[in-house]
T-cell receptor, first 116, second 113 residues
Framework: DQQVKQNSPSLSVQEGRISILNCDYT??????FLWYKKYPAEGPTFLIS?????DKNEDGRFTVFLNKSAKHLSLHIVPSQPGDSAVYFC???????????????FGKGTKLSVIP | DTGVSQDPRHKITKRGQNVTFRCDPI?????LYWYRQTLGQGPEFLTY????????KSRLLSDRFSAERPKGSFSTLEIQRTEQGDSAMYLC???????????FGQGTRLTVV
């Protein structure tokens, strides 16, 4: 049972345009959401996050939107650059009542290709 | 501070051998995680340490796997009697007490032949 779903395995966007990556989740206990970027043979790099008390968080070219009622979040990259080409993972967490671990549950990723 | 460091980056081993991986987290981080990633999948949680205490273990962590963080600093992940299904990227991540993000190392790529 996949609790975090990224239904688009790949996305191609022209340089300078907007990239929109989508993510859906099923567990209503999740209260923190993150996006990671991953290049081949490297570990994931933290990009941006959002708490469930917000519906938008912006950092430079990256904006994450959260729609709690739809259990949906999206990452917008504007403008897209060739260096943004990578696999993007959506992840969700909640503070376990006892251990406080914030362990992450990841989607399967979306491979973004930005075409020059 | 150079981030989370993992060693080795690559490991090829024969089936049935034991392997051990090391993770050095960011120095002030009290939280440490191990994840495993296979091809086409996102990282999957294996285990969590808060300081030296191992507080959570996934059902993915069979009894052939053991992890330690003896002094609350570096951590090791050992796999005994490796199987071909253990081939994966093993990722370590750490997080500080005041934030919820986790920062990942570059991973150890294990290939069991």
């Amino acid at each position: 049972d996949q609790q975090v779903k990224q239904n688009s395995p790949s996305l191609s966007v022209q340089e300078g345009r907007i990239s929109i990556l989508n993510c859906d989740y099923t567990n209503s206990m999740f209260d923190y959401f993150l996006w990671y970027k991953k290049y081949p043979a490297e570990g994931p790099t933290f990009l941006i996050s959002i708490s469930s008390i917000k519906d938008k968080n912006e950092d430079g070219r990256f904006t994450v939107f959260l729609n709690k009622s739809a259990k949906h979040l999206s990452l917008h990259i504007v403008p897209s650059q060739p260096g943004d080409s990578a696999v993007y993972f959506c992840a969700a967490s909640f503070k376990d009542s006892g251990a406080g671990s914030y362990q992450l549950t990841f989607g399967k990723g979306t491979k973004l290709s930005v075409i020059p | 501070d150079t981030g989370v460091s993992q060693d080795p980056r690559h490991k090829i081993t024969k089936r049935g051998q034991n392997v051990t991986f090391r993770c050095d987290p960011i120095s002030e981080h009290n939280r440490l995680y191990w994840y495993r990633q296979t091809l086409g999948q996102g990282p999957e949680f294996l285990t969590y340490f808060q300081n030296e205490a191992q507080l959570e273990k996934s059902r993915l962590l069979s009894d052939r796997f053991s992890a330690e963080r003896p002094k609350g600093s570096f951590s090791t992940l050992e796999i005994q009697r490796t199987e071909q299904g253990d081939s994966a990227m093993y990722l370590c991540a750490s997080g500080g007490p005041l934030n919820t993000e986790a920062f990942f190392g570059q991973g150890t790529r294990l290939t069991v032949v």
